[in-house]
């Protein structure tokens, strides 16, 4: 909206100030929609035989959360609770995400579920996944 605009005849101050609104809800409604679908947020590293993936969980417990591995697709999901509220409160912000998660990465290479090792400590889960020993290269001996 230019300043010029106030001068216009038939300028609606109200009108336009209920477009702005709406521009607004709906730029914010997209950021938070797509907030809520990266939960949680992960890292991945890989090496030459394992993948390290570390996943952000603040405020769950170990036992809200399940991992699933197949093939080369890991999964996380599980349930963040809502906290406890007086009924006399209202929520001046709320910006953390309560209720169901999942995530689901690729990883880089097909996994041995035998050989996947979880650990959850602060608020952080580490989960190594290590390839299969018939999927690893092998080095092939050149006859000469």
Known sequence: ML????GRIGFDP???MRRMQQEMNQRLSDMTAKAAQ???PVNLWMGEDSVAVTAELPGIAPDDVDLTVRENTLTLTGERG???QDERS???RRERVYGNFSRTVQLPFRVDPEQVEARFANGLLEVELHRPET????KIQIKG
Do not use: I
């Not at 300043?3 to 106030?6: C, E, P, Q, R, T």
């Open 3 to 6: 300043v010029s605009d106030f």
């Open 14 to 16: 109200f009108l336009e």
């Open 38 to 40: 990266e939960f949680p």
């Open 82 to 84: 809502s906290p406890a």
């Open 90 to 92: 209202v929520w001046h």
């Open 135 to 138: 999927d690893r290269p092998k």
